[in-house]
């Protein structure tokens, strides 16, 4: 810690929460079944490239040396007293999900920048360089593959591998890369940063209901995406009679329903399972559905009970292809990831932080996946969690966390920067 540097530092609140407003417009739409105001940022739409635009510029205003990888990844860097010395790295991401609010992933690299701004201010010059990241298809709701831009920063995931991903339109994220503008220059691979610190909502109740405004998040939840397609016959509603009929749409709802039985027989650990997407083909009032096509999303903070859940699912499919002559089905591996313990000592850092700033934490695991759980295999990472208020919804317009909340999670993470940026 430099003499001149404060012992914690708190932000300007009002100018945050105008930059998360205002970056809340790029992508905005109005939604008409919540009546509210939502975000829909797809990765590597034209609305994400604008967002990244503003993003830029802001992180440009703020001194920031912008660099942007060949994943599309932008970093902002500030230099320290030591530019030799390994870099103290936060951010996000601020591609969103069709239906978003405007805070998941944006409060991280707007309240990263913010810090930045404040030191600025305060004239503070810390030992080692400070960026800021923003990391792309963290949602992996276009391309299939959550956390995407952090995984191959992190190495877990090849370029050529992410650049190959397509989505629903047969788009490559490479083509759409080089469309937006965003194909950068740089090696993907990031250089092991000093430590990694992420700013989140929290995206569920845990905070409100325990009326604490900080969470120091312990880990991350283990993640399983699989894309399913289940093979009928097309047939014709009215004269085909039930025994005759390899219905693919009966077995989809067949495989929601079992997937809730395994997750209410306790029998899975903590099991959370979900069907976002189904369509049935060819989708037509009067003929049996020929194909189902869905993807199932399991959560587990056990990898053991997530592996029994899998194979519990694979067996099921497995079942009912035996059930009904002319069921088949196919199955597709999307992501997977394995529960990620955060480091204790960033952990420590940030919690001393929030003691420090007169602010009660209490320590959570993350229910939700994050860029942080990638870059934890370069360096010690943690998360700072900002209370939700609507029991913490989120992947919804009505995702909200008060000015007070943000302001408070960001003076928790400047502090927290300040000091790892001025450790030995
Ligand atoms: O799916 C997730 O948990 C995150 O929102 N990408
Ligand atoms: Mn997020
Ligand atoms: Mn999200």
Not at 150 to 168: F, K, P, Q, W
Not at 264 to 279: E, K, N, P, Q
Request: proline content about 4%; overall charge negative; aromatic content about 4%.
């Amino acid at each position: 810690m430099t003499s001149s540097t404060p012992e914690k530092l708190t932000v300007d609140g009002d100018r945050l929460w105008q930059s998360l407003t205002d970056l809340a417009e790029i992508g905005a739409y109005d939604d008409e079944r919540t009546g509210l105001r939502g975000v829909n940022r797809l990765a590597l739409t034209d609305a994400d490239a604008a967002g990244r635009r503003q993003v830029i510029a802001w992180m440009k205003e703020a001194g920031l040396t912008v660099r942007i990888d060949r994943m599309g990844n932008i970093y902002g860097r500030r230099e320290g007293a030591d530019p030799a010395a390994r870099t103290v790295l936060t951010g996000s991401h601020i591609d969103s999900v069709a239906t978003a609010g405007a805070f998941d992933g944006c409060l991280g690299v707007l309240g990263g920048i913010e810090v930045v701004r404040t030191l600025n201010e305060r004239g503070i010059t810390t030992r080692r360089p400070i960026e800021v990241g923003v990391f792309t298809e963290e949602e992996g709701v276009r391309f299939g593959t959550d956390m995407l831009g952090s995984a191959v920063a992190a190495g877990r995931l090849g370029l050529e591998y992410a650049h190959a991903l397509t989505d629903r339109d047969g788009r490559t994220l490479g083509d759409e890369l080089a469309r937006t503008g965003f194909a950068g220059p740089v090696d993907a691979r990031l250089d092991p940063p000093y430590a990694y610190v992420e700013c989140h909502i929290e995206q569920g109740p845990v905070l409100a209901e325990n009326d604490v405004p900080i969470g120091v998040v312990t880990g991350v939840q283990g993640i399983s995406w699989q894309e399913i397609t289940i093979h009928g016959r097309a047939a014709h509603a009215g004269t085909t009679p039930t025994r005759l009929r390899a219905d693919a749409g009966l077995a989809a709802a067949r495989i929601i329903v079992r997937l809730r039985e395994l997750v209410d027989s306790g029998d899975y650990g903590d099991l959370r399972a979900t069907v976002g997407h189904l369509t049935v083909h060819p989708d037509l009032t009067n003929i049996v559905p020929a194909r189902a096509e869905m993807t199932v999303d399991l959560r587990n903070p056990d990898d053991v009970q997530m592996a029994r859940a899998e194979e519990a699912l694979a067996a099921f499919l497995h079942e009912l292809e035996g059930s009904r002559p002319g069921l088949a089905s196919t199955t597709r591996r999307m992501a997977k990831t394995a529960y990620v313990p955060f480091d204790e000592s960033v952990q420590k850092v940030i919690a001393q932080a929030a003691d420090d700033h007169g602010l009660a934490h209490l320590s959570l695991l993350s229910g939700a996946g994050h860029d942080a759980q990638e870059i934890a295999a370069l360096c010690p990472t943690a998360m700072i969690f900002v209370r939700g208020e609507y029991d913490g919804i989120s992947h919804n317009p009505r995702e909200y966390s008060t000015p007070e909340a943000c302001a408070r999670g960001v003076d928790v993470l400047a502090t927290t920067l300040l000091r790892l940026a001025d450790q030995d």
